[in-house]
């Protein structure tokens, strides 16, 4: 049986998305140097499953997976308001220009290679969690400051 866990609200969550076990083993085995919580997905719509019931902190998308690629994957979260601000990093053997071109036109956020090394997961992950966390701590300092300011005026239009 497995021992459950308390969860850490502190602790970001990266959603690793695969269609291969291999792939996804070694993904996550590479996460573990990494200060967070991670959730598989095998495909596009569990992935987008998960993210609608639970947002990730971060998205690791493989490109090419049946069902639903990782650019439709990429796409639908990015036009989406609720998702649109949760950082993707796609992963592809991809290396076609059109392909890089078709990523960020996606909205993507960051490429990895395959194979992937290691040390740059750890360092791409590690900056994009970084920057979300300013983001987010941001985003919750301006609706602070905006709520102020509206209690100070009160005549103010909203």
Request: hydrophobic residues 40%; charged residues 30%; contains cysteine.
């Amino acid at each position: 049986m497995k021992k459950e866990q308390k969860v850490d609200d502190s602790v970001a969550t990266v959603l690793v998305v695969d269609d291969n076990k291999q792939n996804m083993e070694l993904l996550l085995a590479y996460l573990e140097d990494v200060d967070c919580r991670t959730v598989a997905a095998a495909n596009g719509p569990e992935a987008i499953d998960i993210v609608e019931k639970a947002p990730p902190d971060l998205i690791l998308l493989d490109v090419m997976m049946p069902k639903m690629s990782g650019f439709e994957v990429c796409k639908r979260l990015k036009n989406d308001a609720k998702t649109a601000h949760i950082p993707i990093i796609m992963v592809t053997a991809l290396g076609e220009l059109g392909d890089i071109e078709r990523a960020i036109n996606c909205g993507t956020d960051d490429f990895l290679s395959k194979p992937v090394n290691k040390w740059e997961l750890i360092t791409r992950v590690r900056t994009m969690l970084k920057l979300k966390h300013l983001t987010d701590k941001l985003e919750r300092t301006l609706a602070y400051l905006s709520e102020v300011e509206s209690q100070v005026q009160p005549g103010r239009a909203q």
